[in-house]
């Protein structure tokens, strides 16, 4: 089976400021990991996936997330906050063979 | 567009008054799935479909129900909500069966309360 745990319910930065939000699985087979985002009152959208080929992935609107195995992480970063990036962030992990699972999220608030 | 809806995005109901909150996805997806997302808790799978007539529980399946006549929709019903059913809940689809590098694509959500 595998999980998610994201730490930190809530990050706030100031808009300019880098934008780290962490994400740890666990996974007794190669993992694809996902990073979604929920802006209010929309549904999920995908931010950026892992899917084996490259362990640095970049996404939509500037964020990139790294892999690494060692670490067991996933964390998403975006060098420079904007406030169109408040919202909710939301990593997620699968295999070929079992379900997606979603970790609890992270509510990003960016400071003007 | 490619989308996936869902009607209604709010509602406000009574302990026990069945409702249904409908879902349609236009991009001939295979998979379909309900989520209920609940602060803290992150979403957490109700029920999903591979296919047409083929459903199968999620996570947490207890008091809802949901069929799959047709290749596009997926209703989900409450016969008999109950306040703890009070969330926001999320359809969505994928072109594989919800497993693998593939991207489940989300409705906008429905807001449910009970009193």
């Known amino acids: 089976a595998q999980s998610v745990t994201q730490l930190g319910s809530h990050v706030s930065v100031s808009e300019g400021a880098l934008v780290l939000l962490r994400c740890n699985y666990s996974?007794?087979?190669?993992?694809?990991l996902f990073w979604y985002v929920q802006y209010p009152n929309q549904g999920l959208q995908l931010l950026l996936k892992?899917?084996?080929?490259?362990?640095l992935v970049k996404g939509i609107n500037g964020f990139e997330a790294e892999f690494k195995k060692s670490e067991t992480s996933f964390h998403l970063t975006k060098p420079s906050a904007h406030m169109s990036d408040a919202a909710e962030y939301f990593c997620a992990v699968s295999a070929p063979s079992s379900k997606l699972s979603f970790g609890a999220g992270t509510t990003v608030t960016v400071r003007a | 567009e490619a989308q996936v809806t869902q009607n209604p995005r709010y509602l406000i109901t009574v302990t026990g008054k069945k409702l249904t909150v409908t879902c349609s996805q236009n991009?001939?997806?295979?998979?379909m799935s309900w989520y209920r997302q609940d602060p803290g808790l992150g979403l957490r799978q109700i029920y999903y479909?591979?296919?047409?007539?083929?459903?199968d529980k999620g996570d947490v399946p207890e008091g809802y129900k949901v069929s799959r006549k047709e290749k596009r929709n997926f209703p989900l019903i409450l016969e008999s909500p109950s306040p703890n059913q009070t969330s926001l809940y999320f359809c969505?689809?994928?072109?594989?069966?919800?497993?693998?590098?593939?991207?489940?694509?989300f409705g906008p959500g429905t807001r449910l309360t009970v009193t």
């Open positions: 969505a689809s994928s072109l594989s069966g919800g497993r693998g590098s593939y991207e489940q694509y």
């Open positions: 892992y899917t084996s080929a490259a362990t």
């Open positions: 991009m001939n997806h295979e998979y």
């Open positions: 479909s591979m296919n047409v007539e083929v459903t």
């Open positions: 996974s007794s087979v190669p993992p694809y």
